[in-house]
């Protein structure tokens, strides 16, 4: 595992907060697997297709993550938006800090409707990260 990895890996078990009896608790199959962090390997796929050597995997994990959901969001169409927003509404009531929960169950909801090349490619219009982490924001896009 390389030293950038291994680093965001430790930050969201600092960041995400999510205490131990909401781990414990899982809802569904689904939440299971989020909260075992496949969405992470979703998420970095989708976005080392759409822009290699971004690192924009550490926004996954930073507070910027709300604004890259919820911008995203605001470029949807009513529909699809109602359809993420079922899927993801409710399911991070546990967690107490971070937003590694909200940024799994939008993944969540973008994958299972066929979203999450989208969203990949609207974060690599509006972020650029290097691989110490460090990340811009281009809320225009570039």
């Known amino acids: 595992m390389n030293s950038a990895r291994t680093f965001a890996v430790v930050a ?8 131990q009896s909401a781990i414990a608790a899982s809802a569904s199959r689904e939440d299971a697997a989020l909260k075992r962090g496949d969405y ?8 080392n ?11 996954a994990y ?11 969001l605001a470029t949807l169409s009513p529909s699809d938006l109602a359809k993420v927003q079922r899927v993801a509404d409710d399911r991070c009531r546990e967690e107490i800090g971070g937003w590694g929960c909200y940024m ?7 994958q299972r409707f066929g979203l999450l090349k989208r969203f990949a490619k609207y974060g690599c ?8 982490g460090l990340c811009e924001n281009f809320p225009d896009g570039r």
């Open 49 to 59: 297709r759409e822009c290699p050597g971004n690192h924009l995997e550490w926004e």
């Open 125 to 132: 219009d509006h972020y650029q990260c290097d691989k110490d």
């Open 104 to 110: 799994a169950v939008h993944i969540d909801g973008f």
């Open 62 to 72: 930073s507070d910027e993550a709300l604004y890259l959901v919820n911008g995203f």
């Open 12 to 19: 969201n078990l600092l960041l995400v907060g999510v205490s």
């Open 40 to 47: 992470w390997t979703m998420w970095e796929r989708a976005t």
